[in-house]
């Protein structure tokens, strides 16, 4: 896999690099800032990229900005993001967008080797992944309690399905049910789970991380892994 990485702190992408190297793995650059990281992109077109969030000269999003532009301009190449500390904003973000090909990683697990190699081929063959950590605090204050056991078996069928990946389509086709009908019983779980509206555009995710937290889908302390299906939207 050839890989260019971002990242400012000198002693972080030097370990990364050799690292990497040493998993058999073609480290094409290793760059300081948003701008070099583009520069290398154009110029190596890696199957992935390794990119930390705060970068010069502000070290407030630089490096998402340039993951955002990565995957519109470049979308065959891979971006695992890397963070100091737990964005659940960009973590959300993740989830809700439906794609693949691309992760969030907190930096400690750059001291696992396997990991990091496990998380890259598995973005640079179209999954998703987020760090548990980032699971943990996006279920922060959102404890289930007996709310599962309110859902009927139907629900708890579909929700599944959610988890899993699936679109409302999908879930129809699989269920034998209408799109509208599909629809219906996503609102009645929304519900039953007491995730409220103002939740907004995330309130499907919620419910989602909720049955993930409830059925420990993610190896312990091992990041989540959001499946993908072809040509489908997997949050939908």
């Known amino acids: 896999m050839r890989i260019v990485i971002a990242d400012d702190a000198v002693l972080i992408r030097e370990g990364l690099n050799a690292m990497l190297r ?67 904003e960009y973590a959300l973000a993740i989830v809700n967008s439906g794609e693949g090909g691309v992760g969030y990683l907190l930096k400690e697990r750059i001291l696992n080797v396997e990991q990091m190699v496990a998380a890259l081929r598995d973005i640079a063959n179209g999954g998703a992944l987020i760090d548990a950590s980032l699971i943990e605090e996006l279920m922060a204050g959102h404890r289930t309690g007996g709310r599962f056991d309110q859902l009927t078996v139907r629900e708890r069928e579909v929700l599944g399905l959610m988890a899993q990946g699936y679109t409302n389509r999908a879930i129809g086709d699989r269920l034998n049910l209408s799109i509208k009908t599909v629809e219906s019983y996503v609102t009645s779980i929304l519900g039953r789970l007491q995730i409220e509206a103002d939740e907004g555009v995330h309130r499907r995710v919620r419910a989602v991380l909720m049955y993930l937290r409830v059925n420990g889908p993610a190896r312990p302390g091992g990041p989540l892994r959001l499946r993908r299906w072809p040509g489908r939207n997997p949050i939908g």
Request: no cysteine.
């Open 22 to 88: 040493q998993a058999g793995m073609e480290v094409l650059a290793a760059v300081n800032d948003a701008r070099e990281l583009l520069e290398a992109v154009t110029e190596h077109r890696p199957d992935a990229v390794i990119v930390d969030i705060r970068m010069p000269p502000t070290y407030t999003t630089e490096g998402l900005a340039a993951t955002e532009r990565i995957r519109r301009e470049y979308p065959g190449i891979a971006v695992l993001i890397l963070s100091m500390h737990v964005e659940t």
